[in-house]
């Protein structure tokens, strides 16, 4: 083997906790695996930094950048893909997702979320869920990752929601 397949690699992503002014948090529907829900995710670009990327990951999955960052966290969380995912996702390129979470504050309205703004779209559905309702909807592998933003976020979703 050479030192290339040796090695590989996780790619470097962003999560996104989006709270609403009643402290519930944004889930969507992933359109190609109906009935598993996810917060907004996505790969970080080479210029990007952490905000940078969050912004453009909204904007590009839920239409809208209409939001506050209230935290960046500063431990990374990586997950692996099932092996029957792997080399459908990236060429096989990678082995699953080294993921920095944000949170962050929707300060827009619900008319203003379009899950079609940019194609192909990610999600079919969203709705605003408590943090502990979350859990159940995620898919199987990614509910330790899940375990742990919870974990990291939860005195944010007990927080006043701010007064507009």
């Not at 969507?28 to 829900?37: H, L, N, S």
């Not at 506050?68 to 990678?94: F, H, S």
């Not at 619900?110 to 159940?136: G, M, N, Q, Y």
Request: net charge negative.
């Amino acid at each position: 083997m050479n030192g290339h397949s040796d090695k590989i690699l996780y790619r470097p992503c962003v999560g996104i906790l989006l709270l609403n002014k009643e402290n519930l948090v944004f889930v969507g529907e992933r359109i190609d695996t109906p009935g598993a829900w996810q917060m907004p995710q996505g790969g970080i670009d080479h210029h990007e930094d952490v905000r940078t990327a969050a912004i453009r990951e909204l904007k590009e999955e839920i239409g809208t950048d209409n939001v506050e960052i209230i935290r960046i966290a500063q431990k990374k969380l990586r997950y692996d893909l099932p092996e029957t995912m792997r080399a459908k996702l990236w060429n096989g390129a990678y082995r699953g997702q080294e993921q920095t979470w944000v949170a962050a504050r929707y300060i827009g309205e619900d008319r203003d979320i379009c899950l079609t703004a940019h194609a192909p779209p990610e999600f079919s559905d969203w709705k605003w869920v408590s943090l502990p309702e979350t859990l159940p909807l995620i898919v199987p592998f990614k509910r330790e990752i899940y375990t742990q933003v919870i974990e990291m976020f939860k005195d944010l979703a007990h927080l006043s929601p701010p007064r507009i």
